[in-house]
């Protein structure tokens, strides 16, 4: 479990605060989904809870002990970050990629060992990836790379994982594939899943919970059906949109 | 399949020294060396007083072996640094840390001669890497042309330095500086080689153990963070070590470009990218590459080259085909 408390940032030498006293939780085994339109300071609160940047007031606690004063190393246990996709300089097979998940486990002055190496094959195993082992990262496509960085933090075995829009890049059929494995890997590894997305109707039909934020404020906190409403989408977007019932399933659509 | 080229290249320094051994001025067979070499480790049969043996145990072997341990040096520290700036095209030479070393070098010979020549070349290499870093980081993250052209700048800032020496010295230690600036082992001895052990025990060796987490570094900044690495701490000792064998392959033989930047690139090509076989095999290649520069430098002509040279006439050609294949992709962002 997730708990972020009054978390207030700002960049240094500004006085204007980024985020201003965001609080919310987020439970085990579930997807929590933080909704915003660009700037809203959603990768800022993702910095923050991951800790590569320092909030200046507040508190953030997985299973109830405090992040603030940990090490990379003891962090790294407890959250696993999934970036976007992206290329590395060099190219490494997938499986390489998939077993640097295990950084915070080998020591400075070792390499990983057998049981680094198990956790990495059962990783692969568990994102269903495993006939790319050997290809490298970079001739692989976006939306195989994002099942490999998902992999990689599988490895991490972190109770809570981040995803920062894990869909930005991919095509319609990957964005559906990818939030339908999040999905699935938090529910039967019972792990804290917390992402970000831009669109509202993915949010909604995949999250168990929806967190609307917007300039630095939490908006709106629930369920997706409960909270994303033709109102909060003109608050936050500045966009007049209709909001449908299709088959139970809650769809909004702009109106043109 | 990979199995026997990461074999025959651990292997290859062994076979390019031994085939380095018989080549020469004076002519020796293959099979002389061979046991020469036995007479001298497990004394089974006594060879008396030749003349090949006092030329294979105390000219050639001492530069055979001064050469593969610079050679693994200035190949391990270029795949170091490769790794921890994500950049394929950078090299000690490229970054300035053997201009600086070479300041540091120059000003002992021609000034501090009660100084440790390594220690000075050390402080003078780390320096300027640091400047050559701190200058290109911008912001987060060191993007790869100004990394490249800092380097540049550092090394030109260093070598100015390295002419003012040379002018205010003396014409008769001038000499000596000129000559060994130009980068060669024709001075190897078995004293310099027990100097160079110096780099693989605290620059190599500690690279060796430390080397899977080039993998992690080099995946990013905030990545490597993400991923659980203290990577400021991590750099900071590679960026140490790398210096420190640079360092002491400098005070031992000059400046030596382009090995750094060459054998990481046509191991990679061959094993592939993963630092865990990349960085001993880059250890292995670059002793060969520089044995088998040596002896062309020595056997071409009936002068002994600079090796210098050799490497430099390999290198700048090698340097302009990796910008022309990698096109926009090798510079980056």
């Not at chain 1, 992999?151 to 829009?165: G, S």
């Not at chain 2, 993963?274 to 062309?296: E, R």
Request: proline share 4%.
């Amino acid at each position: 479990m997730l708990e972020v408390k009054e978390v207030y940032f700002k960049h240094k030498r500004q006085t204007v605060d980024v985020l201003k006293g965001i609080s919310f939780v987020a439970e085990k085994g579930l997807l929590t989904t933080i909704l915003g339109p660009n700037g809203s300071g959603k990768s800022t609160l993702f910095k923050c809870i991951s800790g590569l940047w320092r909030y200046y007031k507040g508190e953030v606690k997985v299973d109830g002990v405090s992040i603030d004063k940990l090490s990379f190393k003891k962090r790294a246990r407890l959250f696993s970050v999934v970036p976007q996709e992206h290329e590395p300089p060099f190219p490494y097979s997938v499986f390489d990629v998939v077993l640097m998940g295990r950084a915070s486990y080998v020591g400075i002055f070792s390499s990983p060992g057998k049981r680094d190496y198990e956790k990495s094959e059962e990783a692969l195993n568990t994102v269903g990836i495993d006939h790319l082992r050997n290809i490298p990262y970079t001739k692989i496509s976006g939306g195989e790379r994002q099942l490999v960085l998902i992999a990689r933090a599988i490895a991490q075995e972190a109770p809570v994982m981040l995803l920062d829009e894990p869909t930005s890049h991919l095509d319609f059929k990957n964005q559906i594939n990818i939030l339908k494995k999040i999905k699935e890997i938090a529910k039967t590894r019972e792990i804290t899943v917390v992402m970000t997305l831009h669109d509202p109707n993915l949010a909604g039909l995949f999250s168990d919970k929806v967190i609307v934020i917007n300039s630095g404020n939490k908006i709106a906190e629930g369920k997706a059906e409960e909270i994303i409403t033709e109102d909060l989408i003109k608050r936050v977007y500045d966009i007049d949109v209709k909001k449908a019932d299709i088959d139970g399933k809650n769809i909004i659509y702009p109106v043109l | 399949m990979k199995g026997i080229k990461v074999l025959i290249i651990l292997i290859s320094p062994l076979i390019v020294g031994w085939i380095s051994l018989f080549l020469g001025a004076y002519g020796i067979t293959p099979w002389m060396v061979l046991k020469i070499l036995l007479n001298e480790t497990l004394h089974i049969f006594d060879l008396g007083d030749i003349p090949e043996k006092v030329i294979v145990i105390d000219i050639r072997l001492p530069r055979v072996i001064l050469a593969g341990i610079v050679g693994a040096c200035l190949s391990g520290a270029g795949v170091t640094l490769q790794g921890i700036f994500r950049n394929p095209l950078v090299d000690p030479f490229i970054l300035g840390i053997s201009a600086g070393a070479a300041f540091g070098c120059a000003i002992t010979i021609g000034f501090l001669s009660s100084v440790p020549i390594q220690f000075m070349a050390f402080i003078f290499g780390i320096t300027a890497v640091v400047i050559a870093y701190t200058v290109a980081r911008a912001q987060g993250e060191v993007s790869r042309l100004p990394l490249i052209l800092s380097g540049v700048i550092v090394s030109a800032f260093f070598t100015a330095l390295v002419s003012i020496v040379k002018f205010l010295v003396d014409p008769h230690k001038l000499q000596s500086i000129v000559y060994w600036l130009m980068g060669s082992f024709s001075l190897a001895d078995w004293k310099a080689v027990k100097i160079s052990l110096l780099g693989v025990i605290f620059g190599l060796l500690p690279i060796f153990l430390m080397r899977w987490r080039l993998n992690v570094i080099s995946m990013g900044e905030e990545e490597t963070k993400a991923l659980g690495v203290n990577v400021s701490r991590d750099r900071l000792l590679f960026i140490g070590f790398s210096t420190l064998a640079v360092a002491i392959a400098t005070s031992l033989c000059g400046i030596i470009g382009w090995v750094g930047l060459m054998v990481p690139h046509l191991v990679r090509m061959l094993t592939g990218p993963d630092h865990k076989t990349l960085v001993p095999l880059s250890f292995a290649a670059g002793a060969s590459f520089m044995i088998l520069a040596d002896t062309l430098s020595r056997t071409l002509t009936s002068f002994d080259i600079p090796v210098g040279i050799i490497t430099a006439l390999t290198g700048a050609p090698f340097f302009i085909y990796l910008m022309k294949r990698g096109g926009k992709e090798a510079w980056g962002k």
